[in-house]
């Protein structure tokens, strides 16, 4: 490298970096590093329409694996995590339909947010308006089984000026009735709101017969929320706001508050256990026992883990041992929480600032994420591999992160494996098959 000038591989020379000036000059480190980044990833998206099908291990075949599992060689585990992967780099993108009763609504805004219900039937999503805000809606992903790929999105009423940073899937008893409830963080300016909506404003009956929010208020800063699921903390939820917690109880109203001394960016309950998991901006990450009762001068901090970096997303795998933790760094790990080590690192990951998922399917024994870069990437959970790097179908850019959900069953019991991307106003199914 020269000081002052850049080199150009296409036309093999060196060209010379101006100092700012008033009038526009292309060549800039920005301008050069988004070059050379679009055209690795045209470059990737030819390979996959060639329907190239690679694989991270030399000899791994499906007619491989069945001969070694005839033999004995491969336990039913190994045997289905291996087909499990063979398949996750043969996966083909499709574009889907979408469809909605109301015409207008298809399509007309970028996706933001997609989370997926507990059996992967329905999806949750928020969209960007074009005036400023978020919209809510729900897709019913049983038009995946058919071969034309169509899917039904509803919207609701209701509409946000906030910017929303989190939403969780909430399925919890109300009136004998076990319906889907959604928790949803938003903000823009202090205060911001957490509010808690039924599935039912989603459906296409009478706008007149539809119920309102469960719960609505306003908060400080709010950062992450997550639902519990653990019958000793039942209805209850939590809100990560700057340097503290607050676990609220939607049916009595009830609220704690515990003390953080940083901005709580990440949560997760566990199941087994009334446990809150909370990943801060410093780096800590740490569980609450939301049994306890507001007392001075208390520590709330249980297990305590650390980070170099801000951490962004918290997920606890089944048997509640061990805790994937991502960071700003670009940092994946697993954390084993009876040793409070790291057992794993999860490498290939791109993040800088941006509050960034994790998404870890046990079954399949698969972890996805999406980077900074726009690189929709998948790990073997086991040997932490990565074994699939998909380039996004748009131009790379701060709005057109994609949002992704990946199942076994995409559309319920019966439906089909694979993974669903949303990026800008398009929706992509990449199947197994």
Known sequence: ELPGFYYDSEKNRYFRLLPGHNNYNPLTKESIQYKAMECKRL???????????????????SSMLLQKRQLGLL???????????????CMQRKKIEIRSPDSSVAGTNNFKIIVADVACERIFTV?????????????????????????????NLYFTNRKVLCSVPASFSYCILRTLKLCLMGIAETPGCASLLPASLFSSTNPGDRP?????????????????????????????????????????????????????????????????????????????????????????????????????????????????????????????????????????????????????????????????????????????????????????????????VFSSRLGGSQGVPGLLMAVKQDLYHFSYN
């Open 212 to 404: 309102g929010m469960l719960c609505s208020f306003k908060i400080s800063t709010a950062w992450s929320c997550a639902w519990c699921l653990n019958p000793q903390a039942d209805n209850c939820f939590s809100t990560g706001l700057t340097r503290r917690v607050l676990v609220t109880n939607v049916v009595t109203g009830h609220r704690q508050t515990f003390g953080t001394g940083s901005d709580v960016l990440a949560q997760q309950f566990a199941i087994q256990t009334p446990m809150l998991y909370n990943g801060c901006r410093s780096g800590e990450i740490f569980s609450i026992d939301v049994r306890q009762r507001n007392r001075k001068g208390q520590s709330w901090k249980a297990i305590r883990l650390f980070h170099d970096s801000a951490v962004t997303s918290l997920r606890l795998l089944e048997a509640e041992h061990y805790l994937m933790a991502a960071d700003m760094a670009g940092k994946i790990k697993l954390w084993d929480l009876r040793t409070a080590k790291c057992v794993k690192q999860y490498k290939g990951h791109h993040n800088e600032y941006a509050i960034l998922p994790l998404h870890v399917n046990e079954e399949e024994g698969l972890l996805t994420a999406v980077g900074q870069d726009c690189y929709t990437r998948i790990w073997s959970l086991q040997d932490a591999r990565l074994l699939r790097t998909i380039p996004s179908p748009h131009p790379s850019s701060k709005d057109a992160i994609p949002s992704v």
């Open 43 to 61: 470059r990737l998206l030819e390979e996959e329409e060639k329907q190239e099908k690679k694989t991270t291990r030399a000899g791994l075949s």
């Open 127 to 155: 969209n960007d308006v074009e005036h400023g805000g978020c919209k809510y809606g729900i897709i019913n992903l049983s038009g995946l089984g058919k071969e034309s790929l169509t899917v039904e999105m509803y919207d």
């Open 75 to 89: 336990s039913s585990t190994s045997y289905c995590r291996l087909v499990h992967e063979l398949k996750v780099n």
